[in-house]
């Protein structure tokens, strides 16, 4: 006898109905009554085909997703695929990253609702513009199109904001700096979203700051470098300090500040990727930085 999962089904129909800003008598609307919603989020039994019908309809999902819950989870596959893609991507593993996606691709039937092939297909563009399989704009384009600001789950979800950070990364890989700044300033203005993702927004900050350095606006990439470094003091996160404090370092030589200040912040910067051990880091502010260090900090890792 199959064994079906009611819990998962009712923890993601939980999880849609917030995403679509519904309450339960809002999605119980012309379905069904709010105590069987209720029910269902729960975990208590599960509904007919036809009230499982419709609410797919209501929720934007596939009866098939919602099938697949039940039996198998779907949620935890979309979440491991999820994780295994983000490893994939820090690691620059596109061939991998590519193939997963392309595999997923060829599941003509197997249908796990709009995020989960928004995910894939953000991947697969991706991992193909880095492997040259397409060129830097139909790569652009692609990824743009997985932006429909018409779809009711536009801008409730990490993944959209991902995107629009990989067109602006890969638009200022190809020197098309202006059109980065205007992704990454469409990025700020969603501050709601930002607020609870400081460690996004630090990095937001960070890309920032070097695009303005290629710009040779100097002030803003400090100004920016600064927002950086005041959200992970205020967050007690230092995971990008040491890049914002190198950054801020190069933008006040080239504003011709004081040596003391300069010499701080390359100082701070060496400190904190020390503290963090980050080889490659350290041995770069030694080569490059060396002169602001100070004798104890260029002999010492």
């Known amino acids: 006898m199959i064994e079906l999962n009611t819990k998962a089904l009712g923890m993601e129909i939980k999880r849609l109905r917030k995403l679509n800003n519904l309450s339960q008598s809002q999605l119980a609307e012309g379905i069904c009554t709010q105590a069987t919603i209720s029910g269902i989020e729960a975990g208590k039994g599960y509904p007919s085909v036809d009230i499982l019908y419709v609410l797919s309809i209501r929720l934007k999902v596939t009866l098939d997703f919602f099938y697949k819950i039940l039996l198998n989870d779907a949620q935890e596959y979309i979440q491991e ?8 991507l820090k690691k620059k593993n596109y061939e991998e990253a590519f193939q997963l996606c392309s595999n997923e ?4 039937n197997r249908q796990m609702g709009y995020k989960f092939d928004q995910l894939i297909k953000w991947n697969y563009f991706v991992s193909s513009y880095y492997l040259k399989k397409m060129d830097f704009r139909t790569s652009i384009n692609n990824l743009k199109q997985l932006l429909d600001k018409s779809h009711p789950l536009f801008g409730q979800d990490f993944l959209d904001f991902k995107i629009q950070n990989s067109i602006a990364i890969i638009y200022a890989e190809n020197q098309l700096y202006q059109e980065s700044l205007n992704q990454y300033h469409l990025i700020l203005s969603y501050k709601d979203f930002l607020s609870q993702q400081y460690r996004f927004h630090i990095k937001i900050y960070y890309n920032l700051s070097k695009l303005y350095f290629l710009l040779k606006d100097y002030e803003k990439s400090f100004k920016f470098a600064n927002l950086g470094i005041n959200m992970s003091v205020l967050n007690e996160d230092m995971s990008m300090a040491g890049q914002l404090y190198f950054q801020k370092g190069m933008c006040l030589e080239r504003l011709k500040k004081g040596s003391t200040e300069i010499n701080k912040s390359y100082q701070n910067s060496l400190l904190i990727f020390q503290l963090l051990k980050r080889d ?18 260029e002999s010492n890792s």
């Open 280 to 297: 490659n880091y350290i041995e770069m502010v030694k080569e490059q930085k060396g002169k602001f260090l100070g004798k104890n900090n």
């Open 105 to 108: 691709l060829s599941q003509k």
């Open 81 to 88: 695929t999820e994780k295994y893609l983000q490893e994939l």
